[in-house]
C-alpha cells in the first residue's frame, strides 16, 4: 500500500529518538553515529525493530547528517545502503503487523547557508541531491527531511527530494521557544513555502516537548491543506543527581501528543529522548480517536523568510518602486550593476509601509536573468518583506524562484497559450502565488464581463497542473481615463465581478488610471478607494504617494479593520496639514554658526544627512556641481577626516559625515547623470577569499567614494581569479584589499601574488584586524593603511602622481 | 557531572552603553550619538535570542598535553588556564541572526548604524557569556569548586581549529543555531565559545 493512501483514513506512527539511544548503547562525543550503520548494525537493527515492535508504521534510517559535507562518496554510499538494509531487515524481523514503511532520514547539514554562512544555496541542493539519489537507489519507501532550522536549508532539501525522486516527502522543521525557527521563519511562512514546493506532509519534531509545541502546531493545523506531523522530544533535558533525564515521561507524552492528534495532528512519533516505550503509550492513547480530516485551507498567501502576508480583509500593498520604467537613475544603476541602489529603494519602501516589494530589473542592455537573481538574493538578506518577482523571462523567472527564500508572488502570466504554458509549470514546481492579468492574444477586452470569461480560461488551464484556485490572483488591468471615460467604470466592475463569480482575490497596478491627466495623485487615490470598495485584496503602487496612503489608512478605519482607528491617527499625524505655501524648511539650516564654514560644509561636519542633501537642492540653483564639490563638500571632509587623525573625531562621526557628504552627492549625481563627474582613478576592493567580514571595506568604499574615486566593490569571500579580472578588465590603478582573519592571510598574498602576474600596473593596498606593516610587507603589499583616511590619502598620493606622469609626456 | 549537551536561554541582560560605545571606537562621552544610538537599541530590543548550549566534560593533566575529554591539546596557554582543574564547561552562547541582519541591512543607508549594530553585537554577546559564566560559577560554587576565566580557541597558543571538536560535541546547530564556516568563522557572527575551567 502507498503510504499517501494510507494516511488518507489512518494515523501514521514513526518512530522516536535514535541519537539518545545510539549514545546509551556507547556512542562517543562526537563520534558520527552514521558510521554505526557499518561498524554497529546490530545495535541499530535492534534500535529499528523495538520500534517497529511497538507499533511504528514509519522507521528513519540512521543517516541524520549523512551528506558529501562530512562523507567521502564511498563512504557515503556505503552508509546509506547499509542504513537502509538495517531498516529493512529489521522491519522484515519485526512482530508488528501494522503497514511498515523505510523512510530516508535527511538532517540539516550543519552549516549555514550564504549570505550569512558560506555555503552556496545551489551546492547545497547538490549536497541534499547526492543522499536523495542513494535513498532512491537503494530502495526508501520515503523521504523524511526533518530538523531543518532554517528555511532557506530546508528549501534546498525539499527542492532536491523532489528533483531526484519521486517519492513521497515529509518535511518537519526544528522551532524554538519564541515559535520560529533559528532563523526567523514562522510556522505560516514554512507552510506556504512548503506546500508551494510539493511537500507531501509538514510538521515539527525536536527541540521542545509536546506541549511547549501546542502554539506551534496549531498555527499548522490552521494553515496547513497537508498532514501535519509532530515529532517532539521527551521534553527538555535536565541534569538530575549527576544524570541526564528527559523530563517528561511515556504517559504524559502520549496524552500530549493525544490531545493534538484529536486537533488534527496526523503523523505522530517522537524525538530526543523519546523510546519505544514513547511510541507504544502514544499508539494506545490515540488508539480511539478519529482521525480528523485534512482541510484545504483556500489561504491565499506568499511568504519570506520570517513571516507570511495573508490576503483577505486587509489590503495588500505592494511597493513598485523596484522598476526601471521611466526612471532615468534606476536606469543608470542597473548598467553599473549598483545593487545598492536597489537595497535602498526596497528599504525605503518597506519604511513606508509596503507589505510586498515588486522587483523588476528588466533592461534590454543588462543580463535581466542574473540581475534579477542578485536582486533577490541580495534583497531577501537584508529585508524580510516578501517579493513580486517581475519579469516576462521565463528563465529569468526560473532562476529567481528558485533562489527565493519563501513563496513568492509571480507577476504575471495571461490568458494567451505561450504565457501559461510558461509560467504554470515554473508556479507548479517552485510554488508561489501568480498573478493573472486578465488579457490574451486578442488583447485586452473593453466589457468587464470579457475579462471575467478570460479570467475563466485562465483558472481552467492552471488546473491542468495542479495548481489551486487560491493560488491565483487576478489584475483587470486599470486602464487610462483620460482615453476612454468608461476604463476605469469597466476594471472596477470586473474587481467585483472576479471576486463574486469566481472567489478570487484581486490586485491593481492603480497609477496606470490617470495617465495623461493633472494631478494624478488625486486620481489614483481615489480610484483606488473605489476599487478597495469592490474588494480589491491587493495594489502594486507607489508607497510614496500621499493620496495612495490616505486612501489606504482611510478605508483601513471607514471597512472597520483599524483598531481604535490607532494606524489612521499615527499615520495622520505624519500628514503635513500645509494650507501656506511652503516656507523654506526650517530645519535645512544647519546648526552652530562659524564664519569659516558654509552652511553645507557645517551640514557634513556635523554629519545631518536631511539637511546635507537639502542644501545642495538649494545650491545647485546658483551654483555649478563642481563648485560645491570642491568648495563644500570636499573640504567639510578634509576637516573631519583631519580631526579623525588627530582622534578628535571617532570613526562613528567619521561615518556619520560620510554619509551626509554621500546624500549631497547623490543630489549632485541626480542632476549630472549621464556626465562623468570623475577624474580620479579607478578603485577595486574586495574581502579575500574565505573571509566574509566586510564592515571595514565598506567604510573604505564610502570614505573613497566621499573623495570622488570611481570604487568597484567585489564584495566578501572574493577569489584572487575574480579581482584579477575585475582589475583588468577596469585597468583600476588601485586595489584595496581586506581580511580580518589570520587564516585568509594566504588568500590575500595568492590574490596579490597573481595581480602582479597579470596586472603588474596595479597598486595594493591592504587592511583589517589582523594585518600591521610587517606582514603587508611580508606577503608583498605595496601598501599597509591603518583605516580608511589612510587608504583615501594613499590613493590621493597614487591618483597625484598618475596624473604626474601623464603630465610629462 | 552530566555528559550531555544541555541548552539555557536567558532574557536580555542590561546594556552597557559605554561598552558600546568602547567597541564603537569612541573614547569617552559623544553626546551627539546618544540619539542615535538609542534608535539602534530601540531597533535591536526585540530581535536578539539569548541561547547557550554546554556540555560537561573531565580533564586529565599529563606531561606534555591536556585531555578535555574530547580534544588533546598542548596549548600552555590553556595548561596554565586549567590548572590544578578536574573539569571543564564547554560552551557556546549566541545572540542570533538578526543582529548581522541588521548590521547587513544597515551597511547600505547608514554606516554609521551598521557600526553601532556592529557594537551592540559585539557587547551583547560579551553581556551573555557573562551571564552564562556567573551562574556556572555560583553553581559550582555550591558544590565547593571555582571557576577559571573564559579560555576560548584561537588564544594564544589553543588553536582555532579546535572549534571543529567543539562543534562537533556541542551540537551546536541543532541546539542552538550556530554554525562553523569552512573558514572557521561561526555564523550567526556575534557568537562565542569557550571552556570555563572548574576546580578546587
Known amino acids: 500500500m502507498k503510504i499517501t493512501d494510507y494516511l488518507k483514513e489512518h494515523i501514521l506512527y514513526l518512530d522516536g529518538g535514535m541519537g539518545t539511544l545510539l549514545q546509551a548503547h556507547g556512542l562517543c562525543p562526537g563520534e558520527l553515529p552514521e558510521r554505526w550503520n557499518i561498524s554497529h548494525p546490530e545495535v541499530i537493527k535492534a534500535i529499528h525493530r523495538e520500534y517497529f515492535n511497538a507499533g511504528s508504521n514509519v522507521v528513519n534510517t540512521n543517516t541524520f547528517g549523512a551528506n558529501c559535507l562530512k562523507f567521502s562518496p564511498e563512504e557515503l ?28 532520514d535527511v538532517g540539516p547539514t550543519g552549516r549555514m547557508l550564504k549570505p550569512y554562512g558560506d555555503l552556496d544555496f545551489d551546492d547545497a541542493v547538490s549536497v541534499f541531491a547526492q543522499t536523495v539519489k542513494l535513498g532512491v537507489k537503494y530502495g526508501a519507501d520515503l523521504i523524511m527531511i526533518e530538523t531543518m532550522n532554517d528555511s532557506y536549508e530546508t528549501k534546498a532539501a525539499l527542492l532536491a527530494a523532489k528533483e531526484h525522486s519521486d517519492l513521497p516527502v515529509f518535511v518537519s522543521n526544528a522551532y524554538g521557544e519564541d515559535g520560529k525557527l533559528m532563523t526567523g521563519a514562522t510556522p505560516t511562512a514554512m507552510v506556504a513555502m512548503l506546500e508551494g514546493l510539493g511537500a507531501d506532509a509538514v510538521g515539527v519534531n525536536c527541540s521542545l516537548g509536546p506541549k511547549a509545541l501546542v502554539g506551534v502546531v496549531e498555527e499548522y493545523l490552521r494553515y496547513a491543506s497537508v498532514p501535519v506531523l509532530l515529532k517532539p522530544n521527551a521534553g527538555l533535558p535536565k541534569a538530575v543527581n549527576g544524570e541526564t533525564v528527559y523530563d517528561v515521561f511515556p504517559d504524559e507524552f502520549a496524552e500530549d501528543v493525544a490531545s493534538l492528534i484529536r486537533c488534527g495532528v496526523r503523523i505522530a512519533g517522537g524525538c530526543c529522548g523519546t523510546t519505544p516505550d514513547y511510541i507504544s503509550a502514544t499508539i494506545k492513547a490515540s488508539a480511539d480517536i478519529l482521525p480528523v480530516t485534512v482541510e484545504k485551507k483556500n489561504i491565499t498567501c506568499v511568504s519570506s523568510y520570517t513571516h507570511a502576508v495573508v490576503f ?16 532615468k537613475r534606476f536606469k543608470e544603476a542597473l548598467k553599473a ?23 523588476n530589473v528588466g533592461l534590454p542592455e543588462i543580463d535581466e536573468t542574473e540581475m534579477l537573481k542578485t536582486a533577490v538574493c541580495e534583497l531577501q538578506a537584508i529585508i524580510n518583506l516578501p517579493l513580486q518577482i517581475d519579469t516576462s523571462d521565463p528563465v529569468a523567472m526560473e532562476a529567481a524562484l528558485r533562489r527565493y527564500n519563501g513563496k513568492a508572488m509571480i507577476n504575471s502570466v495571461n490568458g494567451k497559450q505561450e504565457s501559461m504554458d510558461a509560467v504554470f509549470q515554473l508556479a507548479k514546481k517552485y510554488g508561489g502565488l501568480v498573478v493573472a492579468l486578465t488579457l490574451d492574444e486578442n488583447g485586452i477586452p473593453d466589457k468587464a464581463e470579457d475579462r471575467l470569461a478570460i479570467a475563466r480560461k485562465i483558472l481552467s488551464e492552471s488546473e491542468k497542473y495542479g495548481i489551486e484556485k487560491k493560488d491565483i490572483i487576478f489584475d483587470p488591468l486599470a486602464m487610462t481615463v483620460s482615453a476612454d471615460q468608461n476604463a476605469a467604470k469597466e476594471t472596477l466592475r470586473a474587481v467585483g465581478l472576479i471576486q463574486s463569480e469566481l472567489g478570487c482575490h484581486t490586485s491593481l497596478g492603480v497609477s496606470n488610471v490617470s495617465f495623461g491627466l493633472p494631478g494624478r495623485d488625486m486620481v489614483n487615490g481615489a480610484f483606488f478607494a473605489l476599487a478597495l470598495g469592490q474588494g480589491l485584496s491587493a495594489a502594486i503602487m507607489n508607497p510614496y504617494s500621499q493620496e495612495m496612503m490616505k486612501a ?38 544647519a546648526p552652530s554658526e562659524d564664519e569659516f564654514a558654509s552652511e553645507l560644509q557645517r551640514a557634513i561636519i556635523k554629519g545631518l544627512k536631511e539637511q546635507a542633501a537639502g542644501l545642495t537642492e538649494r545650491m545647485l540653483a546658483t551654483v555649478t556641481p563642481l563648485q560645491i564639490v570642491q568648495e563644500d563638500i570636499i573640504p567639510a571632509l578634509n576637516t573631519v577626516g583631519e580631526g579623525f587623525e588627530n582622534k578628535t573625531v571617532y570613526l562613528p562621526q567619521l561615518l556619520m559625515s560620510a554619509e551626509a557628504a554621500k546624500a549631497a552627492f547623490e543630489v549632485i549625481k541626480l542632476r549630472m547623470s549621464g556626465e562623468t563627474a570623475t577624474d580620479k582613478c579607478a578603485f577595486v576592493v574586495a574581502t579575500v577569499k574565505g573571509d566574509i567580514h566586510d564592515i571595514g571595506k565598506n567604510i573604505v568604499k564610502l570614505i573613497l567614494e566621499n573623495y570622488g574615486f570611481p570604487v568597484t566593490d567585489l564584495g566578501r569571500d572574493v577569489s584572487p581569479e575574480a579581482v584579477v579580472k575585475e582589475t583588468v578588465r577596469l585597468h583600476a590603478s588601485i586595489v584595496g584589499l581586506s581580511a580580518l582573519m589570520t587564516t585568509t592571510v594566504p588568500a590575500m598574498e595568492e590574490t596579490i601574488k597573481q595581480l602582479r602576474r597579470e596586472a603588474p600596473w596595479c597598486k595594493i593596498v591592504v587592511g583589517g584586524a589582523v594585518l600591521n606593516q610587517e606582514y603587508a610587507d611580508a606577503i608583498g603589499a605595496d601598501k599597509y593603511a591603518k583605516d580608511a583616511m589612510e587608504t583615501v590619502r594613499y590613493a590621493e598620493e597614487i591618483n597625484r602622481s598618475l596624473k604626474g606622469a601623464y603630465n610629462d609626456f | 557531572m552530566v555528559n550531555m549537551v544541555l541548552t539555557r536561554t536567558y532574557s536580555a541582560p542590561a546594556f552597557d552603553k559605554k561598552e558600546i560605545f568602547r567597541y564603537a571606537g569612541v573614547r569617552g562621552g559623544a553626546p551627539e550619538l546618544d540619539t542615535l544610538l538609542q534608535e539602534c537599541l530601540n531597533e535591536v530590543e526585540s530581535k536578539l535570542v539569548y541561547r547557550v548550549c554546554y556540555r560537561e566534560f573531565a580533564v586529565t593533566h599529563h606531561d606534555s598535553y591536556l585531555d578535555l575529554g574530547f580534544i588533546k591539546t598542548e596549548s600552555m596557554g590553556l595548561k596554565k588556564n586549567l590548572f590544578c582543574c578536574e573539569s571543564i564547561v564547554l560552551f557556546a552562547a549566541t545572540v542570533g541572526i538578526e543582529i548581522d541582519r541588521l548590521i547587513a541591512r544597515y551597511a547600505t543607508v547608514s554606516p554609521t548604524k551598521s557600526l553601532l549594530f556592529q557594537a551592540i553585537g559585539a557587547e551583547r554577546i560579551e553581556s551573555l557569556c557573562d551571564v552564562f559564566c556567573r551562574e556556572i560559577a555560583e553553581e559550582k560554587a555550591k558544590l565547593g569548586f571555582q571557576t577559571r576565566p573564559r579560555f576560548s580557541a584561537g588564544y594564544g597558543d589553543f588553536p582555532l581549529e579546535a572549534q571543529k571538536e567543539i562543534f562537533a560535541v556541542l551540537d551546536c546547530s541543532r541546539k542552538i543555531g550556530l554554525t562553523l564556516n569552512q573558514s572557521l568563522l561561526m555564523s550567526p557572527s556575534k557568537s562565542v565559545t569557550a571552556i570555563i575551567g572548574v576546580g578546587k
Do not use: M
Open chain 1, 312 to 327: 483577505g480583509e486587509s489590503p495588500i500593498l505592494i511597493g513598485e518602486r523596484i522598476n526601471p520604467t521611466g526612471k
Open chain 1, 552 to 589: 489606504y489608512y482611510t478605508y483601513r478605519t471607514l471597512a472597520g479593520l483599524d483598531d481604535n482607528c490607532a494606524d489612521y491617527i499615527a499615520f495622520a499625524e505624519t500628514v503635513p496639514q500645509a494650507v501656506a505655501p511652503a516656507a523654506p524648511e526650517k530645519n535645512a539650516t
Open chain 1, 337 to 359: 550593476h549598483d545593487v545598492d541602489y536597489i537595497l535602498k529603494e526596497g528599504i525605503a519602501q518597506q519604511e513606508k509601509g509596503v507589505h510586498i516589494l515588486d522587483v
Open chain 1, 77 to 104: 554510499e556505503d552508509i546509506v545502503r547499509s542504513a537502509i538494509d538495517n531498516a529493512r531487515a529489521a522491519l522484515a524481523e519485526s512482530q508488528g503487523k501494522q503497514p511498515k514503511w523505510v523512510a530516508l
